[in-house]
Structure formats: structure tokens, C-alpha cells
């Protein structure tokens, strides 16, 4: 998984940098967002904005690292865009997620 990481006041920022998440990368993004859980982060950005494409296994990474958080956090989503955007509204995901434009106004949320 190619991934970078930031801390951000208390906020942790990743960024993924793979074109496509597919059923090919799911799991290890899966993986990693539940380890930074497990490692206390309760508020997380993931930033898309270099991702192009992602299908329903990508999408069930990202529900399951926000099922893990449950109500103790936040994982907000920064710079979905194209197909990536319509899969969350087509999926109505877009009410699950917190979904912002980008990692700055993602970052605002948390009042960073």
C-alpha cells in the first residue's frame, strides 16, 4: 500500500497514493486504517485525491476502519473526485462519510 502519513495537530493524515483501490489493495488498506485505530488515532483524514478509481471492496476498507473507530471518532474523507466521488453518492456513502474537497478544509472540521 502505498501510503504517506502526517500529523496534523491531533489529527492524522493519510494519504494514499494508488490510482486504483481495488479488491487488489482493499485488504491492506483495511489493515492500516485498523492499526492506527488500534493505535489511538481517533481522528483521521484520508486523502483520495490521487485516487482515480475504486469499487465496492475499497469502499467496504473504508467503512470497516470506520466501523472499528465506532462513536469514539472521525474518519473524514478529503479530495474524492470523478468516479470516486459518484461511487460514494451512487452509494449513498456520501451520508456515512464526512466528504470535503480537500485535506485543508477536512482539516477545518477538527478545527485545525
Not at 41 to 65: K, P, Y
Not at 73 to 78: D, F, N, R, S
Request: aromatic content about 4%; charged content about 25%; glycine content about 8%.
Amino acid at each position: 500500500m502505498n501510503m504517506t502519513e502526517e500529523m496534523r495537530g491531533e489529527v492524522l493524515v493519510l494519504r494514499l497514493a494508488e490510482a486504483r483501490l481495488d479488491a487488489s489493495k482493499a485488504p491492506a488498506l483495511r489493515e492500516e486504517l485498523i492499526r492506527r485505530v488500534e493505535a489511538g488515532h481517533d481522528r483521521i483524514v484520508l486523502d483520495l485525491s490521487a485516487t482515480e478509481f475504486m469499487d465496492s471492496s475499497g469502499l467496504g476498507a473504508l467503512v470497516s476502519g470506520l466501523k472499528r473507530m465506532g462513536a469514539r471518532g472521525t474518519l473524514a474523507i478529503a479530495g474524492a473526485q470523478g468516479a470516486v466521488a459518484r461511487l460514494f453518492q451512487l452509494t449513498r456513502m456520501d451520508r456515512v462519510f464526512a466528504l470535503h474537497p480537500s485535506t485543508d478544509a477536512a482539516l477545518a472540521q477538527f478545527g485545525v
